[in-house]
């Protein structure tokens, strides 16, 4: 009883931290998350290496950063996008990387191989996550590299 009462009171102290700006992120809806973003960064990831990717730190085979100008089209491939809840166990190909003033405040994933057609955005801490149309997404990638 005693270390429950005392893992309680360290997330009362953790939670009642001062993060500046971005103190409620994770209570924020995604599309507000994206309209906070002055930069978006995507990496794309060798999944035949890793089949979860656990840290930014893994070496990416490919970046792509999308600046402020080209948010817009990020949003647009979540139209007509299904959410869900909680996913489990899905394979890492993409990560997303949600900056402001150059300081990343969130981080999703995407699996591409879920799905035929379809790929998978999820929340780093896996409890939502969007289907949308895998064309509208290569679509957004090669937009990102012009």
């Known amino acids: 009883m005693e270390k429950i009462i005392q893992l309680f009171l360290a997330l009362i102290i953790i939670s009642s931290c001062n993060h500046g700006k971005y103190e409620n992120l994770n209570s924020l809806p995604f ?11 995507v990496k794309l990831y060798d999944s035949t290496v890793e089949k979860q990717i656990t840290s930014t730190e893994s070496n990416p085979k490919k970046i ?18 299904k959410k869900t809840g909680y996913c489990c166990c899905p394979i890492s190909n993409y990560s997303i990387s949600l900056l402001y003033d150059n300081k990343e405040f969130g ?3 995407v699996d591409t191989t879920e799905f035929k057609g379809k790929v998978r955005i999820y929340d780093c801490g896996y409890q939502y996550s969007y289907i949308l149309e ?10 990102a590299e012009k």
């Open 134 to 143: 895998e064309q509208k997404w290569k679509r957004f990638l090669s937009e």
């Open 107 to 109: 981080l999703f994933y």
């Open 31 to 41: 599309n507000e998350l994206v309209a906070e973003s002055d930069q978006i960064v």
């Open 64 to 81: 792509f950063k999308v600046s402020k100008e080209k948010i817009d089209s990020f949003k647009s491939i979540f139209e007509n996008a």
